[in-house]
Every structure is written in structure tokens, then in C-alpha cells.
């Protein structure tokens, strides 16, 4: 008969939880609703970019080396010399050469949060920068895709949270 016991117990949580929001109702205001933060998802942190990804975050075989990589961001086509402008507001944690993407510009959003920019070149921030909402940060450069064979110019972009890289789930 736990069953009744777990409901009683749910009946009692229930019967406290009452009480306290009447408590709260008679006072002046709840402090633990208006500090409450904004829970953020990767929806959050679009791409500058839109369309058809080139290709996806995630797992994928590589013919040349044999051996299954993992790609950690999405890569969206665009021309050479296009200004990236970011879509959402942060610090600059990093903006420089990378030796995969080119010149890459990494942003921190805040609650562990964070979105990386490779493929770039001219790079239009620096270390430590604030960078508003359609802010440009650079522009796309020419950077082959040294593993898989993109030969066209693209947008590689990544969003963390915390250490773990966001897959979209398209
Ligand atoms: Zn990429």
C-alpha cells in the first residue's frame, strides 16, 4: 500500500505549498518569483547566418583520415568578404588565429553560455570587447575545410553551455 502513503505524502507537500502562497498572498510580494532568471536555450543564440546548413554539429566519417570526427559546430555557406554581425549581446573571450577556422571569435553571454565564430578574417573586436546585437565581429574569409572537403566559404559557428557544445536537434 505505498501507493497511499506516497499520495498522502504528495497531499501534505500539496497542503504545505497552499498554505505558504496564502501566507505569501496576505503579505506584499513573493521575492522568489521576481528574482527568478530567465532560463535560456540554444534558441537563444541563433546564427547570423540562416539556411540550409553545409553541415551539422555533430559526428561524421572522414574518408581521408579513415576515422569518424566530431564537428563541433554548424557550417552555413556564405561569400567571402560578408560581414558577420552577432545576434546576441557579450564578452569577448577570444578573437584570433585558430588553426582550424581560420580566425575565429569567441563570445561569452553570460550563465554559461557561450558562442564561437570561425572561418573569419578581419577580425573587428579584440580580447575583452563588449559586443552588442548586430555588432559586426568580422568578416567570412577563405578556409577549406581542412577535413571534410568544403571548398566553399562558410560560417562555422558553435554555441556552448557550459562544456557542452549544443546539437541542434533538426
Ligand atoms: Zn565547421
Not at 77 to 104: C, M, N, S, W
Not at 111 to 117: A, M, Q, T
Request: glycine content about 12%; overall charge negative; some cysteine.
Amino acid at each position: 500500500m505505498w501507493g497511499w502513503k506516497a499520495l498522502s505524502a504528495a497531499l501534505m507537500a500539496g497542503l504545505i505549498l497552499f498554505g505558504g502562497s496564502a501566507l505569501l498572498a496576505e503579505g506584499q510580494e513573493d521575492p522568489v518569483t521576481k528574482s527568478e532568471p530567465v532560463v535560456r536555450t540554444l534558441e537563444d543564440f541563433p546564427s547570423p547566418i540562416q539556411g540550409k546548413p553545409l553541415r551539422v554539429a555533430g559526428e561524421y566519417y572522414s574518408e581521408e583520415l579513415e576515422m569518424t570526427l566530431f564537428h563541433s559546430g554548424t557550417d552555413y555557406a556564405q561569400a567571402e568578404g560578408a560581414v558577420i554581425r552577432v545576434k546576441h549581446a557579450g564578452r569577448v573571450t577570444y578573437a584570433g588565429p585558430d588553426p582550424f577556422l581560420g580566425h575565429k571569435v569567441e563570445v561569452d553571454c553570460g550563465e554559461d553560455w557561450s558562442v564561437i565564430y570561425g572561418g573569419l578574417k578581419n577580425l573587428r573586436v579584440k580580447e575583452g570587447d563588449w559586443v552588442e546585437v548586430d555588432q559586426a565581429i568580422g568578416q567570412i574569409g577563405y578556409y577549406p575545410d581542412i577535413f571534410g572537403n568544403i571548398e566553399q566559404t562558410h560560417l562555422h559557428y558553435e554555441v556552448w553551455h557550459g562544456d557542452l557544445v549544443q546539437v541542434d536537434s533538426d
